[in-house]
């Protein structure tokens, strides 16, 4: 019976230990993807980056990229056709050698291979390093905002001493098509602008890219805007107007309609008028009615 309850307590560490070693194969994962991991001089080298969320329902994401500064020139970040629509601190470069980012994804996802954004570096040295994420952390769309388990890939490069060849010019992008159908939307939060209302908005063009916006509020005139843009009217009682604009001058319009802010009932005055009198005629008629029931 003791070596039965011995071989039961084993069974169970072996159970548990089992469990939390296999625990973080199921956590969301950050990777890597590049199609080549060995440049030269002067080539550049791009990076993909993804997320997998492990069949957990994520709205939010955010980290830094650390990169090997001696190695490697920052030239690029792409973010077009990113799963990230509401950029709380788009992809940028801080301290020469890291990359912060922090995003939303309204409404969730949950897929395997959704595309963050892509990094382009220039090689500038020979040598190995390597690139990795730092201060990951991938939130979950649960009402809470409830931090789940988070994994990244690291990913090694090398640098040969030839330089690059010359390589021809690529030809002219050709591109005719407006950016992809989008929806502006209106969002509000402790965090963000002292809880004022803003607007996110995030468009595609799978042609040459957009390029930037432009927002219009009222009569107003149209204005460059980055999302998240701060509404100038709180009031939201007038239209709103987002322009798309892609790389080779293109258009996209969306529009958020409002009807006019109305007047409470007591506010309007005549109306109010109004009604004292037909309350004062039917008063009286009745009155008199019932006089005339009595004599």
């Known amino acids: 019976?003791?070596?039965?309850?011995?071989?039961?307590?084993?069974?169970?560490?072996?159970?548990?230990?089992?469990?939390?070693?296999?625990?973080?194969?199921?956590?969301?994962?950050?990777?890597?993807?590049?199609?080549?991991?060995?440049?030269?001089?002067?080539?550049q080298l791009e990076i993909d980056f993804f997320i997998n969320?492990?069949?957990?329902?994520?709205?939010?994401?955010?980290?830094?990229?650390?990169?090997?500064?001696?190695?490697?020139?920052?030239?690029?970040?792409?973010?077009?056709?990113?799963?990230?629509?509401?950029?709380?601190?788009?992809?940028?470069?801080?301290?020469?050698?890291?990359?912060?980012?922090?995003?939303?994804?309204?409404?969730?996802?949950?897929?395997?291979?959704?595309?963050?954004?892509?990094?382009?570096?220039?090689?500038?040295?020979?040598?190995t390093g390597i690139i990795k994420i730092d201060g990951l952390k991938i939130l979950l769309n649960d009402g809470s905002g409830s931090e789940t388990g988070a994994t990244a890939q690291s990913l090694q490069f090398s640098v040969s001493p030839q330089?690059?060849?010359?390589?021809?010019?690529?030809?002219?992008?050709?591109?005719?098509?407006?950016?992809?159908?989008?929806?502006?939307?209106?969002?509000?939060?402790?965090?963000?602008?002292?809880?004022?209302?803003?607007?996110v908005f995030a468009a595609q063009d799978k042609g040459s890219g957009i390029d930037y916006y432009k927002v219009r509020e009222g009569e107003r005139s149209f204005v460059i805007a980055k999302s998240p843009y701060l509404l100038q009217n709180q009031n939201l009682n007038e239209k709103i107007i987002v322009k798309a604009i892609d790389k080779t001058g293109n258009e996209r319009i969306a529009i958020i309609s409002f009807p006019k802010k109305q007047r409470l009932w007591y506010e309007n005055y005549l109306l109010f008028a109004i009604l004292l009198l037909v309350i004062f005629i039917i008063?009286?008629?009745l009155n008199k009615f019932i006089k005339n029931v009595k004599n």
């Open 53 to 127: 969320t492990e069949n957990e329902d994520i709205n939010a994401t955010e980290g830094k990229i650390l990169f090997p500064a001696e190695f490697l020139i920052l030239k690029k970040i792409k973010d077009g056709n990113s799963i990230v629509n509401f950029w709380v601190e788009r992809p940028i470069i801080k301290h020469n050698n890291k990359i912060i980012f922090a995003g939303i994804i309204p409404g969730g996802y949950v897929e395997k291979r959704g595309y963050l954004f892509s990094v382009v570096f220039q090689a500038k040295k020979q040598g």
């Open 283 to 285: 008063c009286f008629a």
């Open 163 to 199: 330089t690059a060849e010359i390589q021809e010019p690529k030809p002219k992008i050709t591109d005719n098509e407006p950016p992809e159908l989008f929806k502006p939307m209106i969002a509000k939060d402790l965090s963000i602008f002292d809880n004022k209302y803003f607007l």
């Open 1 to 43: 019976m003791t070596k039965f309850l011995k071989f039961k307590n084993y069974f169970i560490v072996i159970i548990f230990g089992l469990f939390f070693i296999a625990a973080p194969c199921f956590a969301a994962e950050i990777f890597f993807e590049s199609k080549n991991h060995n440049i030269k001089i002067n080539e």
